[in-house]
């Protein structure tokens, strides 16, 4: 039993990794030029090359990756780019709004759940196809990869 919880918390720490690996190089690959994102178009080259140096931007990717995983391991999630706020600041202020959030809408979904099992039990015949079809179309539709693409 040990071996089988060893063995799952290292393939975790495996994915954590690589996803943490991915994820950092798609934040650069992605938004172009983030210097010039922060500065706007207006920017010349001579601040977006003081922009860049402030970031840490011109310094190789490896570089800025490892020096952000031993920042993160200690407990320092860097600084916002936009706001030049503490990331875990930043996170410690929107956490609980958003967990209220989850945890009204999961009371709500079950709530509103229950009650439609319910009908479907106790009414049987067509309120209970619906419902089963409901279910299997709800079950087979691909939930959205993020808020944020809304």
């Known amino acids: 039993m040990i071996t089988f919880i060893l063995k799952r918390l290292g393939s975790g720490l495996v994915v954590l990794f690589a996803v943490s690996i991915l994820v950092f190089s798609l934040l650069y690959v992605s938004s172009g030029s983030i210097a010039r994102n922060i500065l706007g178009d207006q920017a010349t080259p001579d601040q977006l090359a003081v922009k860049e140096a402030e970031l840490g931007l011109d310094q190789p990717i490896i570089t800025r990756y490892f020096s952000w995983l031993t920042g993160a391991l200690q407990g320092d999630l860097g600084t916002s780019w936009f706001t030049s706020e503490p990331v875990s600041n930043a996170l410690a202020t929107r956490i609980p709004v958003t967990m209220?959030?989850?945890?009204?809408?999961?009371?709500?979904?079950?709530?509103?759940?229950?009650?439609?099992?319910?009908?479907?039990?106790?009414?049987?015949?067509?309120?209970?196809?619906?419902?089963?079809?409901?279910?299997?179309?709800?079950?087979?539709?691909?939930?959205?990869?993020?808020a944020s693409s809304w």
């Not at 079950?110 to 419902?131: E, N, P, Q, Y």
Request: charged share 10%; proline share 2%.
């Open 100 to 146: 209220t959030m989850v945890i009204a809408a999961m009371l709500l979904i079950s709530v509103i759940a229950t009650l439609i099992g319910v009908a479907a039990a106790v009414k049987r015949g067509w309120v209970d196809r619906v419902v089963q079809i409901g279910a299997i179309i709800g079950d087979s539709v691909p939930a959205l990869s993020s």
